[in-house]
């Protein structure tokens, strides 16, 4: 889910201001979260605290908005091959923070992460042959370390709710929505026929993040943040299959790298 929005984003991105795809597609999420709640009832979980929902959410929301913008504007010059990749290794955070908090993984385990955690990084498509320039270099840095909090966050509200953990997180990016749709002074102005795909974004990117945070809370919390990071590989097929946009032989290479390390984490 989160590559398909990702891909469908990307495409409206090239016609409409970045932030005004965001905008819009996370107040669709919070609407799609609210009426969950009331359809499901799922009112229950602790509200305050570290240890609830609400904090958590919040912040998840506020460092996966900090993540975004640093990754559009690492991406706005021009050196995707360098902004992406490293910022798909913001699964790296949550991970620590899962074994530094009780994960036991296996040796065996442990490779099929490591493997796999490369695969991703290679499938996102680095080109590194016209060197390594600093501004891209931090601003996908701080769009990794955006993610990896916010990652982190969902899977510490979640054990209260992952339900209202991911409204609370939809809640708290409404404030910057408003005010950079009042800065640049427009809500996008998205045409009808490009509402049901806002609506898909939207929706598709609430409901990995709810299916993340409840995966949180079925198993190792290190193994479904290994699983939600192959998101990107998602995005680079699609991109292949319907907009002809040639694979890099590395990408290929980090695809089989990434069906590898999952194989390995599933088997053992």
């Not at 320039?133 to 990896?148: N, R, S």
Request: aromatic share 10%.
């Amino acid at each position: 889910m989160w590559g398909t929005a990702d891909f469908f984003a990307g495409r409206l991105s090239k016609k409409h201001h970045p932030f005004a795809v965001l905008g819009f597609s996370q107040v669709v999420g919070l609407f799609v979260g609210i009426l969950i709640v009331i359809a499901s009832g799922s009112w229950k979980g602790k509200a305050f605290g570290f240890d609830g929902f609400l904090i958590p959410g919040a912040l998840a929301g506020i460092f996966g908005y900090i993540g975004l913008a640093c990754l559009y504007e690492g991406l706005s010059t021009g050196r995707m091959g360098v902004v992406s990749p490293i910022s798909s290794l913001s699964t790296i955070i949550p991970l620590a923070y899962a074994l530094i908090t009780g994960d036991v993984l296996s040796t065996i385990t442990l490779v099929g992460v490591a493997i796999a955690l490369v695969g991703v990084f290679c499938a996102s498509g680095p080109e590194l042959s016209q060197g390594l320039p600093l501004k891209p270099i931090l601003l996908a840095l701080g769009a990794a370390a955006g993610f990896g909090l916010a990652l982190t966050f969902i899977a510490i509200g979640s054990q209260s709710s992952a339900l209202l953990t991911m409204v609370s997180m939809r809640a708290a990016t409404l404030f910057p929505t408003i005010f950079l749709a009042i800065k640049y002074k427009t809500a996008g102005n998205f045409n009808s026929k490009e509402m049901p795909v806002l609506i898909f974004i939207g929706a598709a990117d609430f409901l990995a993040n709810l299916l993340l945070g409840i995966a949180c809370t079925k198993g190792l919390v290190s193994v479904a943040m290994v699983f939600g990071s192959l998101y990107p590989i998602a995005t680079a097929v699609l991109a292949y299959k319907f907009l002809q946009e040639r694979l890099l032989k590395i990408q290929y290479v980090g695809i089989a790298l990434a069906v590898t390390g999952v194989s390995i984490i599933s088997a053992f």
